[in-house]
């Protein structure tokens, strides 16, 4: 695996300083593409330090759940819907062979959500759809909810689900069209968009999977999961989505000259940093989070973006809150539906 590349000389103070650096709205364009991109695993460091933390945070995990779930409670978005388990028998588009069921039962999900959407905004055609046709700050929990429900419900729920989850998606981005502070026109529609919010929405699943997960995909893994999730890219419109790991960065390479930090993105990762909304309890819980989506974000997307590599520490906090949180979450309802789905049926 090739070095990653240096960060860049001069960037902010790290993920939660009062004086972090702002982001400059400048389209630099920074972006150098690491051939052999693999995202990597924890530093042995990251695993001891892991291991302590994870026992203290099954430890702790009875006595912190009233005031977390109380904090992380008041986020959750009112109309969070129950989780519709389908016909019985039906597998679905994957199945409980496959990489993708077991990629998305890890916590380590949550932060490639975060980390999806920060690589996403350096598209300043997709990120301009997100601003002018959402309102991203005051409804973030709610686009969130909605990213998390069609996440977890192309690969776990049944067949029928899928597909309709994937007409909405299509449908809703119909009047997403505009144009962008550069001037250039954007339509949510679009292939070559749609294409670029797929690979970046799994690379950042991939890469948080290889970092936090307690069981990382392996090398030969990652081209799986790829060509198992590349039905639901050719379903929400994307042409020809890649099927392998070296096609996925062929794709993140196919963007590059398009990559920049626009206005909406500097705002948008300035929001990330420090989102005014996460109660004072929950405030640790995100900041673990938000250094994990940092970490996952490939070294020069970070450059582009000047957010240093976080320490060892953070990462070690990153790996303790996800263990907690899954203690304290037990496993995703879309897979506890799922697998009740495909229970074989009992003659009464």
């Known amino acids: ?22 982001i400059q709205p400048a389209a630099a364009r920074v972006w150098e593409r690491p051939p052999d991109w693999i995202p990597p695993r924890a ?14 945070a099954a430890v702790a995990a009875p006595l912190v759940a009233r005031p977390v779930l109380g904090a992380l409670g008041a ?12 016909e019985a028998g039906d597998p679905g588009w994957f199945g409980p062979d496959s990489v993708a069921w077991r990629v998305h039962a890890d916590p380590s999900l949550l932060v490639a959500g975060v980390a999806a959407f920060t690589l996403q905004a350096l598209h300043p055609l997709a990120m301009a759809g997100v601003a002018e046709h959402s309102a ?63 690979v970046a929405e799994y690379a950042a699943i991939a890469a948080a999977n290889r970092r936090f997960a307690l069981r990382p995909m392996t090398r030969a893994e990652l081209d799986t999961y790829v060509a198992e999730v590349a039905v639901v890219g050719e379903r929400t419109g994307v042409l020809d989505p890649p099927r392998s790991w070296s096609g996925l960065l062929d794709s993140l390479e196919h963007h590059r000259p398009q990559l920049a930090v626009g206005e909406y993105a500097a705002l948008g990762v300035a929001f990330l940093d420090d989102p005014p909304l996460v109660p004072g309890p929950a405030r640790p819980v995100w900041r673990a989070l938000w ?19 976080p320490a060892t520490a953070e990462l070690v906090a990153c790996r303790a809150t996800l263990r907690m949180l899954g203690t ?18 009992v003659a009464p």
């Open 1 to 22: 695996m090739a070095s990653s590349p240096a960060e860049a000389p001069g960037a902010s103070t790290r993920p939660g300083s009062a004086r972090a650096r702002p």
């Open 43 to 56: 530093s042995v460091a990251e695993l001891s330090g892991g291991i302590a933390g994870s026992v203290f």
């Open 75 to 86: 986020l959750r978005p009112p109309d969070a819907r129950p989780v519709d388990a389908g």
């Open 136 to 198: 991203f700050s005051d409804d973030f929990l709610g686009r969130t909810q909605r990213t998390a429900e069609f996440v977890q419900g192309v690969v776990y729920g049944s067949s029928s689900r899928a597909e309709r989850l994937c007409r909405l998606v299509r449908r809703s981005h119909g009047p997403v069209v505009g144009v962008a502070p550069d001037g250039r026109p954007y339509d949510a529609s679009d292939p070559d968009l749609l294409d670029w919010v797929h």
């Open 291 to 309: 250094a994990g989506a940092i970490a996952s974000l490939p070294p020069v997307a970070r450059r582009l973006l000047r957010l240093p590599m």
């Open 328 to 345: 304290l979450a037990g496993e995703p309802v879309d897979l506890v539906a799922a697998r009740r789905r495909l229970e074989p049926v």
